[in-house]
């Protein structure tokens, strides 16, 4: 099992900026895929997007394309979702997950993470 954290949430203004972590502990080294998903009030929940464990592709919805960035540090078993030019509608709680290989679907994703919440006001 794969426990998650998450950090970094917070309040932010439109076209801010703000870095999430997602910090791993237990059986890391099962971790294929970490993947990051939101849930905005009154929605479903909807994938970010995800990065490769050992090799560090990434892949995007097309929401965030171009404006969040997926890292990781492989060392300190943590993965960063650095969100830019954030826009009203990025609102909502933001989860980091892991899976056995690369999907979107949040089914799935087996370990997840408590969640940080993230608002951006206009």
């Known amino acids: 099992q794969v426990q998650l954290v998450e950090s970094g949430g917070g309040l932010v203004q439109a076209g801010g900026s703000l870095r999430l972590s997602c910090a791993a502990s237990g059986r890391t080294f099962s971790i294929y895929v970490m993947g990051w998903f939101r849930q905005a009030p009154g929605k479903e929940s909807e994938f970010v997007g995800a990065i490769n464990w050992s090799g560090g592709n990434t892949a995007y919805a097309d929401a965030v394309k171009g404006r969040f960035i997926i890292s990781k540090d492989y060392v300190k078993n943590t993965a960063y979702l650095q969100m830019n030019s954030l826009k009203p509608e990025d609102t909502g709680v933001y989860y980091c997950?892991?899976?056995?290989?690369?999907?979107?679907?949040?089914?799935?994703?087996?370990?997840w993470g408590q969640g940080t919440q993230v608002t951006v006001s206009s």
């Open positions: 997950a892991t899976a056995q290989e690369p999907t979107i679907h949040r089914s799935e994703y087996d370990s």
